[in-house]
């Protein structure tokens, strides 16, 4: 395939019936999948075979999807843009030239070119939502705690969610009815927020009839003219439909990006501790003791943007860094929170592009990693708010995708799913 | 940005703590950037200190026994093992 979407070409069928057959679904390949390599973009895991499935997986198989592929992704997760795949970029569907959106990119393109129905990402920082804005289609990051992460390899636990990619609103959140609710092995999870006979998809009725909406004007400062332009558009089509709007400040979000990559390195710092070459992933052919086999193993199989970030994260948490980084981290993380429930409690749903910028060409901004971090200054707060959020199609600029990102209180994607069904 | 804000000592230093071995072009290279990059951190210094009010929720189930992987799944990964084990290189 030319936009080198896959890592891994696979059909893994699911049950002879249930309400995803006949539905095809790219995973992205940083969620396990029983008897398929599950690489996580990374020569560290080339050759991992996991011996079991994320419980999405298995949620899938039940309800008779068929998956037909383990999407492209940035190494672990870590990256905007798709370029930090030991596996190579994929070309942007819906822009040629262009990048698809990281760090889920290969997931979003599948469903862009129609190579799946629909897709499953995870959300770190943004990794559902920047690809789907920049491929044109629908991703949902789903409330901390709503989907199970067992089975997902974990990058920066405290803030990832698996969240599914459609081409409308309804598709995705279909997806989202079958891989939702709690899992015993999961004790983050938490049951169904949904009343009996209540599912996601049928919340997609597209009636915004009274919706009242915020607008961050923290989220449009600095953003390119056309994006702002283009969300305005759709935000008066929205209005055409009975919503409405009025500005709202949130303070904390000048701090968010930093707050969510020192918190986020930090994470993988530990969480990436468990590569050591003797149990599963590359291993170097080295001399030497524990220690010495150990690093050298890490050099080989590690990429750039991935080495960055363990050592970052372990700066952030060494002896007499650790209170002027992390615990002040935490501190703009909890400031984060409080602003966007006071923020929603005057208004049904908060709207901001989804990405501040159209698409990278391809190659474009590889270089300068503090560029990269910034390009994902509206997609952070959420995660460090533990809140939902939606991106949608909000229509182009210069002929490159623009996403409207909607966000809503704890649990509530149904009112999410509602009002971004107004516009796909 | 102040020049020497990270020295190149200070990256094999963490890179040493990490366990992640560096060539001397990537400890020059993450030097540059983490000058950058944690002078930009050091804008956390302006947030205020916020109470934490986490709402927390013990999640408990019965610690009984159940199934898990076998010895042979958990090892078909591994490069190396003996008589059922993961085998490591020496400690020391």
Not at chain 1, 140 to 156: H, M, N, Q
């Amino acid at each position: 395939m030319s936009e080198n979407i896959y890592i891994t070409e696979e059909r893994i069928e699911g049950a002879d019936d249930g309400p995803l057959s006949g539905t095809t679904v790219a995973v992205k390949d940083n969620i396990s999948t029983e008897g398929v390599r599950t690489t996580c973009g990374s020569k560290m895991l080339e050759e991992y075979v996991p011996p079991y499935d994320a419980t999405v997986v298995s949620r899938l198989k039940e309800a008779g999807a068929t998956i037909v592929g383990k999407a492209n992704m940035d190494e672990f997760g870590m990256g905007t843009t798709n370029e930090t795949s030991h596996f190579g970029s994929v070309d942007n569907p819906a822009a040629p030239g262009r990048v698809p959106g990281g760090s889920s990119g290969g997931s979003a393109a599948a469903v862009a070119a129609g190579e799946a129905d629909v897709a499953l990402g995870s959300d770190t920082g943004g990794s559902v939502r920047c690809p789907a804005a920049f491929c044109g289609v629908v991703g949902i990051k789903p409330t901390y705690g709503l989907v199970s992460r067992y089975g997902l390899v974990a990058y920066a636990n405290s803030l990832e969610q698996i969240g599914p990619f459609g081409e409308t609103v309804e598709d995705a959140a279909q997806l989202l009815d079958v891989i939702a609710g709690d899992d015993e092995r999961d004790a983050t999870t938490r049951e169904l927020p949904l009343e009996e006979g209540e599912t996601y998809a049928d919340a997609a009725t597209g009636d915004v009839d009274g919706l009242q909406i915020g607008v961050p004007t923290e989220l449009l400062d600095g953003a390119d003219e056309g994006v702002v332009e283009t969300f305005w558009d759709a935000i008066a089509e929205l209005e055409d439909r009975g919503a409405e709007y009025h500005e709202v400040s949130l303070p904390s979000v000048e701090h968010a990006v930093e707050a969510y990559y020192v918190i986020a390195m930090s994470e993988a710092s530990s969480n990436l501790a468990r590569f050591d070459g003797v149990r599963y992933g590359h291993s170097a052919d080295a001399e030497g003791n524990w220690n010495e086999t150990f690093a050298r193993t890490r050099e080989e199989g590690f990429g750039d943007e991935v080495k960055r970030r363990i050592l970052l994260g372990t700066y952030a948490l060494s002896a007499g860094y650790h209170d002027k980084y992390y615990k002040k981290a935490q501190d703009a993380r909890a400031w984060v929170k409080r602003d966007f429930d006071e923020a929603l409690s005057d208004a049904d749903v908060l709207a901001s592009p989804t990405m501040p910028v159209p698409p990278f060409e391809l190659g474009e901004s590889l270089d300068d990693p503090l560029q990269m971090y910034l390009a994902d200054a509206n997609t952070v707060p959420v995660n460090l708010a533990d809140l939902p959020a939606i991106s949608v199609p909000a229509g182009e600029t210069d002929g490159l995708p623009v996403g409207l990102q909607l966000v809503g209180p704890a649990f509530g994607e149904r009112r999410l799913i509602r009002a971004a069904s107004a516009l796909a | 940005m102040s020049d020497d804000a990270v020295s190149p000592e200070e990256v094999r230093h963490v890179a040493g703590l990490a366990r992640v071995d560096l060539d001397d072009d990537e400890v020059d290279r993450f030097a540059r950037q983490f000058a950058d990059i944690l002078e930009y951190f050091e804008t956390l210094d302006e947030v205020p200190e916020v109470d934490r009010e986490a709402a927390l929720t013990n999640v408990m189930r019965p610690d009984e026994e159940r199934d898990s992987l076998d010895r042979e799944a958990a090892l078909e990964n591994a490069s190396e093992t003996e008589d059922g084990y993961f085998k490591g290189p020496n400690v020391s």
